[in-house]
């Protein structure tokens, strides 16, 4: 059972530089997010989906775009790297409803020189 | 807005203590509360969850209770192990209108159970 599929798992990269981190799912989960998690700030929302087509910004979108073209995939897209996106970025899915139980994947630390 | 606050750590035990971590919310409706783990090197995952005001979650001998009166959703085991040592998230979800999908997590605490 693979779950929350998070590539890559470390990423080096230039100020300025653009990447995309990707993240697949393949429990049907109509729900996805993409948080960030930085000492001392615990995990902060970037983007969110509730389904394919629909997209929403969290509470730290500025420098990330987003798109959910199918149910399965939420790729994280930075423009233009900078030094203080330098993160641990971690991906979740869920189903909707309430108490619905997050799974998220394994993280991508990533370093902006 | 929606927010959690937790206790700042890091917390230090020794092994069979007894841990208690705060958590305390701020929430216009009436959200479900979630207690996550994190373990070294990992992503976060479920540990334990409640719905309703006085619903208790328990899972692995730690529990929280949902108190609505003091908006509260403490995390409590009685008799800690050095494998407990990872950090501790508070969460909480109101999964309606404006806030539809989204999952609001404190700032995490860590702990270290020493034997």
């Known amino acids: 059972n693979a779950g929350v599929t998070q590539t890559p798992k470390f990423q080096v990269l230039k100020t300025g530089q653009s990447m995309t981190l990707q993240c697949a799912q393949d429990m049907n989960h109509e729900y996805m997010s993409w948080y960030r998690q930085d000492p001392g700030m615990g995990l902060r929302l970037i983007h969110y989906s509730v389904g394919a087509g629909i997209t929403d910004q969290g509470e730290v979108p500025n420098g990330y775009n987003v798109s959910r073209s199918t149910t399965e995939d939420f790729p994280l897209r930075l423009l233009s790297a900078a030094p203080s996106q330098t993160s641990v970025y971690f991906c979740?899915?869920?189903?909707?409803?309430?108490?619905?139980?997050?799974?998220f994947g394994q993280g991508t630390r990533l370093t902006v020189v | 807005g929606d927010s959690v606050t937790q206790m700042e750590g890091p917390v230090t035990l020794s092994e069979e203590a007894f841990l208690t971590i705060n958590c305390t919310y701020t929430a216009t409706g009436y959200p479900s509360l979630f207690w996550y783990v994190q373990y070294p090197g990992e992503g976060l995952q479920l540990l334990l969850k409640a719905t309703k005001a006085d619903d208790k979650g328990s899972n692995k001998g730690f529990e929280a209770t949902y108190r609505k009166e003091t908006t509260s959703f403490h995390l409590e085991k009685g008799s800690v192990q050095v494998s407990d040592s990872a950090v501790y998230f508070c969460?909480?979800?109101?999964?309606?209108?404006?806030?539809?999908?989204?999952?609001?997590f404190g700032r995490g605490t860590q702990l270290t159970v020493w034997p």
């Open positions: 969460a909480l979800m109101i999964d309606r209108g404006s806030t539809l999908g989204r999952l609001y």
């Open positions: 979740a899915s869920r189903r909707s409803g309430e108490m619905t139980e997050a799974f």
